[in-house]
């Protein structure tokens, strides 16, 4: 077999057979497969598709290339999450313990932020003491007495797709619904969950700017897991804007806390419960969506959440006291109000230009090797519909530096303000099964 036949086959739209992809996937992971011929193979790709099949096969020959976790010890149906990706995203720091506390096992693998989005790792290491690597026993040990457990993604975990993203993010590959479907599924099918419920995210600051963009890679993900055998659920959530008020890793925490007791933001609520349901309906906990609603709603209101929450906090090493009081997680040394220069109401904020304004005050990575400042981001005193008069405050800065006229203009920039009240849009816009 040669690798520029394959690249040819594809090129000119003809179906790539398993023995093909696989030869691919594993000459490139081993570095037989050169750089340039698999950049070529992406671009064939990205203009030529692929069906289901030949998706199904890329995403196991992708699962194939590294360790693939054996959650065997793990009593219950194991169900996963993975969100695609936004500003202010702090759902899984919610629906995880929240889903645990329904008694649905949670061993969860998350990443951290790159560019404008957040990494849930990189949200709990606010926590003085967290320890986001477990050994494997111990991680099986706490999902079993505690049902939720979260580390960090293991460096061998679809090491294809590490590979090939890389080269995807240099060669204009990245936006290619089976390039995209076939690497997430890859790491969750790789991470041995059972079940998976995707939040795929549509808008402004999301990969997938458009609802039909949105729908086609989602029905993909589902076609694969189930092609797959895991029960997968795609959630279109909206990020047209930010999630939630806070943007950052401490105060997203400690929004994400204010959730769990019950109280939070109506938006983020809707969208952690709605995850929440789809999760523990496919882990066996409720018979539907709606009965699982009424008994999420019930283990927020009696603190059964927010109690799972802690225990995981303690047992990963993380300084508890923090969930009683959340001032107790690193702080700024400046907060900055942002005051509204005109009347009306706020039509939209720009998702992907907040995200930057936290990236630039350090909260979140430019470059993979850049170090956090856990203490700094962004908190909105205003939302899309929000009256607003002239003075109000829209955000608050919380920075480590002392000149921050660039980021009030950025945020200034990123809220438009008109005079007729925006008609809603719903946090949820679809779910594919
Ligand atoms: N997230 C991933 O993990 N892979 C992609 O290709 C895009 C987003």
Same mark, same amino acid.
């Given at each position: 077999?040669?690798?520029?036949?394959?690249?040819?086959?594809?090129?000119?739209?003809?179906?790539?057979?398993?023995?093909?992809?696989?030869?691919?996937?594993?000459?490139?992971?081993?570095?037989?497969?050169?750089?340039? @011929?698999?950049?070529?193979?992406?671009?064939?790709?990205?203009?030529?598709? &692929?069906?289901?099949?030949?998706?199904?096969?890329?995403?196991?020959?992708?699962?194939?290339?590294?360790?693939?976790?054996?959650?065997?010890?793990?009593?219950? /149906?194991?169900?996963?999450?993975?969100?695609?990706?936004?500003?202010?995203?702090?759902?899984?720091?919610?629906?995880?313990?929240?889903?645990?506390?329904?008694? /649905?096992?949670?061993?969860?693998?998350?990443?951290?932020?790159?560019?404008?989005? $957040?990494?849930?790792?990189?949200?709990?290491?606010?926590?003085?003491?967290?320890?986001?690597?477990?050994?494997?026993?111990?991680?099986?040990?706490?999902?079993?007495?505690?049902? &939720?457990?979260?580390?960090?993604?293991?460096?061998?975990?679809?090491?294809?797709?590490?590979?090939?993203?890389?080269?995807?993010?240099?060669?204009?590959?990245?936006?290619?619904?089976?390039?995209?479907?076939?690497?997430?599924?890859?790491?969750?099918?790789?991470?041995?969950?059972? +079940?998976?419920?995707?939040?795929?995210?549509?808008?402004?600051?999301?990969?997938?700017?458009?609802?039909?963009?949105?729908?086609?890679?989602?029905?993909?993900?589902?076609?694969?897991?189930?092609?797959?055998?895991?029960?997968?659920? *795609?959630?279109?959530?909206?990020?047209?804007?930010?999630?939630? #008020?806070?943007? $950052?890793?401490?105060?997203?925490? *400690?929004?994400?806390?204010?959730?769990?007791?019950?109280?939070?933001?109506?938006?983020?609520?809707?969208?952690?419960?709605?995850?929440?349901?789809?999760?523990?309906?496919?882990?066996? +906990?409720?018979?539907?969506?709606? +009965?699982?609603?009424?008994?999420?709603?019930?283990?927020?209101?009696?603190?059964?959440?927010?109690?799972?929450?802690? #225990?995981?906090?303690?047992?990963?090493?993380?300084?508890?006291?923090?969930?009683?009081?959340?001032?107790?997680?690193?702080?700024?040394?400046? #907060?900055?109000?942002?005051?509204?220069?005109?009347?009306?109401? /706020? @039509?939209?904020?720009?998702?992907?230009?907040?995200?930057?304004?936290?990236?630039?005050?350090?909260?979140?990575?430019?470059?993979?090797?850049?170090?956090?400042?856990?203490?700094?981001?962004?908190?909105?005193?205003?939302?899309?519909?929000?009256?607003?008069?002239?003075?109000? /405050?829209?955000?608050?800065?919380?920075?480590?530096?002392?000149?921050? @006229?660039?980021?009030?203009?950025?945020?200034?920039?990123?809220?438009?303000? $008109?005079?007729?009240?925006?008609?809603?849009?719903?946090?949820?816009?679809?779910?594919?099964?």
């Amino acid at each position: 077999m040669r690798m520029v036949d394959i690249i040819q086959r594809k090129r000119d739209g003809g179906k790539l057979t398993r023995e093909q992809i696989y030869y691919a996937v594993e000459g490139f992971t081993r570095g037989d497969i050169p750089d340039y @011929q698999m950049s070529a193979f992406a671009m064939a790709v990205f203009f030529r598709g &692929m069906d289901e099949e030949e998706i199904a096969d890329l995403t196991m020959a992708m699962v194939n290339s590294g360790d693939v976790v054996s959650l065997a010890g793990i009593r219950g /149906v194991k169900v996963d999450k993975h969100s695609t990706g936004g500003v202010g995203d702090k759902t899984s720091l919610v629906v995880v313990p929240l889903v645990a506390a329904a008694g /649905v096992p949670v061993a969860k693998m998350s990443g951290r932020g790159l560019g404008h989005t $957040g990494g849930t790792v990189d949200k709990l290491e606010s926590i003085r003491g967290f320890r986001i690597e477990l050994p494997n026993e111990q991680f099986v040990r706490n999902v079993n007495e505690n049902k &939720m457990a979260l580390v960090g993604q293991s460096g061998n975990l679809a090491p294809a797709d590490k590979k090939l993203y890389a080269l995807r993010d240099v060669t204009g590959t990245v936006n290619s619904i089976p390039l995209i479907a076939s690497s997430i599924m890859s790491k969750k099918i790789a991470s041995g969950a059972d +079940a998976i419920v995707l939040d795929v995210k549509v808008g402004s600051g999301a990969f997938m700017k458009s609802l039909d963009d949105a729908k086609a890679l989602a029905s993909t993900m589902v076609s694969i897991g189930k092609s797959l055998k895991r029960r997968t659920i *795609a959630v279109l959530s909206d990020m047209s804007e930010p999630l939630g #008020t806070e943007i $950052g890793n401490a105060n997203e925490v *400690a929004e994400a806390i204010e959730l769990l007791r019950g109280g939070g933001e109506p938006r983020l609520k809707e969208i952690c419960l709605t995850l929440a349901a789809y999760m523990t309906v496919a882990g066996g +906990a409720y018979p539907d969506v709606a +009965a699982a609603r009424r008994g999420l709603e019930e283990l927020l209101q009696t603190g059964r959440a927010l109690e799972t929450f802690r #225990t995981f906090v303690e047992a990963q090493g993380g300084d508890p006291a923090i969930v009683d009081d959340p001032g107790l997680l690193p702080q700024p040394a400046v #907060t900055v109000s942002v005051r509204a220069e005109q009347e009306g109401y /706020v @039509q939209s904020i720009d998702a992907e230009a907040a995200g930057i304004a936290a990236m630039m005050l350090g909260a979140g990575r430019e470059k993979k090797e850049d170090a956090i400042d856990y203490a700094v981001g962004l908190s909105l005193r205003k939302k899309v519909g929000d009256p607003v008069k002239f003075g109000d /405050v829209l955000a608050v800065i919380r920075s480590n530096r002392e000149q921050n @006229q660039d980021i009030a203009e950025t945020i200034l920039r990123a809220y438009t303000i $008109g005079a007729e009240k925006p008609e809603p849009v719903p946090v949820v816009h679809a779910v594919i099964e």
